[in-house]
């Protein structure tokens, strides 16, 4: 008996030992990073941002509730969580969140869901089981993704820009007023991830996993294939290293081409394109309609109507906005009008920003990328859903981040302007009012 109570015990104080010696090195390798500028930036970061979104949130839900738009919670996300779970999830789980909790639990069981790619649903779905809760599941993926992809875009933006331009890119990029969606149960913290992965890695020539994030961000977001065009840029005109040298955008285009060399490694971007193709299939399959995903974009009431069409259509609201204001009729639709525009046409000043200070890579990904999310108008609200777009494309922030370096008082004042959207924003999505 004695013998066998010893073996019984030594497997249990193994698994302590274990166990122990884990948060033996977890929490040093804690405290080695945190002596680290990317570590405190990228933290420091996080949690004003956090604090903000849910501070602002929570304050704005107990004290008007919801609003009219609350039906739109297709899965009962307010109403099944008890009277604190209710308050603590206004801030980030309204509007489509609703849609991905729904693709997470029942999967896709009608065309018109296709308007939702499905890794992040997926994700909720694996993730449930062992959280107990696809509320929490969706939070943790935001939330985990943003701090992978924060120390990604750090990394990247002091590679090419400097570690000053990647503090102040975390900052501008973290207190952007429709910064909020990164917490909130929507891909874009996931997408940010994969999307800055994917350039990182084939900045440093790690094809192979550089076409294994592309592929998956193809399969987050309609524009992630998209990603395409900067990869093969990378490959064709490096640079291939950690080391800070780019090609110059004022290189000319023959000493660029001259460096230009295919080999069989450049298949793995072709991990980028079948990322969308799986989904395509899926697409087929299920609803007999490969492009049920573009078809579905009808039912929200967007259309492709050409190239920056959404821009154009969107300086007659603005400007109709803009009258209302003056006349001493304001109104939080016509700001909105107003600060989607002005959000569109800052983007197109940062991209030319981009394309003189950044290697052609970024400068043909943000043109690709704005262009796109330009494009497609939603009818009565052309620029509807724009500002929560540009908030992916991240060349914007490292170049804006490089620009206001040293421009202190500047960059100071944006990013006061840039709270105060934050918080006024965070309060109207915890409400179930209609943001960007």
Same mark, same amino acid.
């Given at each position: ?10 497997? %249990? ?83 489509? /969140? ?71 890119? *975390?900052?501008?990029?973290? &207190? ?40 998956? %961000? ?15 840029? *990378? ?12 090609? $110059? ?81 304001? $109104?939080? /639709? ?12 800052? %983007? ?38 724009? $500002? ?7 060349? &914007?922030?490292?170049?804006?981040? $490089? ?34």
């Amino acid at each position: 008996m004695p013998e066998e109570r010893g073996r019984a015990v030594a497997p %249990a104080t193994a698994e302590r030992v274990l166990a122990s010696e884990r948060k033996r090195w977890a929490s040093r390798w804690l405290s080695l990073q945190a002596g680290r500028p990317w570590f405190r930036s990228v933290t420091a970061a996080f949690l004003l941002s956090l604090l903000i979104v849910f501070a602002a949130g929570i304050a704005a839900f107990l004290a008007l509730g919801n609003g009219p738009e609350a039906p739109h919670d297709l899965v009962g996300i307010t109403g099944h969580l008890g009277s604190v779970g209710k308050v603590l999830a206004a801030p980030v789980f309204h509007w489509d /969140g609703a849609w991905y909790l729904r693709l997470a639990e029942h999967g896709y069981q009608h065309s018109v869901d296709t308007a939702y790619y499905p890794l992040y649903p997926l994700l909720i779905s694996l993730l449930t089981p062992i959280v107990g809760s696809a509320v929490i599941a969706a939070f943790v993926i935001s939330a985990g993704c943003l701090l992978v992809a924060l120390a990604l875009l750090y990394r990247l933006t002091a590679l090419e820009l400097g570690e000053g331009a990647a503090r102040l890119t *975390l900052y501008l990029l973290l &207190l952007f007023p429709t910064a909020l969606f990164f917490f909130a149960a929507y891909p874009e913290s996931l997408f940010l991830c994969l999307e800055v992965g994917a350039v990182l890695a084939a900045r440093q020539g790690r094809w192979a996993l550089s076409g294994v994030l592309g592929g998956l %961000a193809a399969a987050t977001r309609n524009s992630g294939v998209l990603l395409l065009i900067p990869l093969l840029l *990378l490959y064709l005109y490096g640079p291939h290293s950690p080391g800070p040298r780019s090609p $110059s955008p004022r290189e000319t285009g023959r000493a660029v081409m001259q460096r230009a060399r295919l080999r069989a490694d450049v298949l793995w971007l072709a991990l980028v394109p079948l990322g969308l193709l799986a989904f395509v299939l899926m697409n087929l399959f299920t609803f007999g309609d490969a492009l049920a995903s573009w078809h579905a974009e009808a039912y929200w009431k967007r259309s492709f109507a050409g190239p920056l069409s959404a821009l154009w259509q969107g300086v007659g609201p603005a400007l109709t906005a803009a009258g209302h204001l003056l006349s001493g009729h304001p $109104s939080a /639709g016509a700001m909105q009008k107003l600060a989607l525009l002005g959000v569109a046409l800052a %983007a197109i000043i940062a991209l030319v920003g981009v394309c003189r200070r950044l290697p052609p890579a970024y400068g043909a990904y943000s043109a690709a990328a704005l262009v796109w999310s330009l494009s497609a108008p939603e009818q009565g609200h052309p620029l509807a859903s724009s $500002s929560r777009y540009v908030l992916t494309i991240f060349p &914007l922030f490292m170049w804006l981040g $490089s620009y206001l370096q040293r421009r202190r008082r500047i960059a100071a004042a944006l990013l006061v302007v840039f709270t105060i959207g934050l918080v006024y924003c965070s309060a109207r999505f915890a409400t179930w009012h209609w943001v960007a």
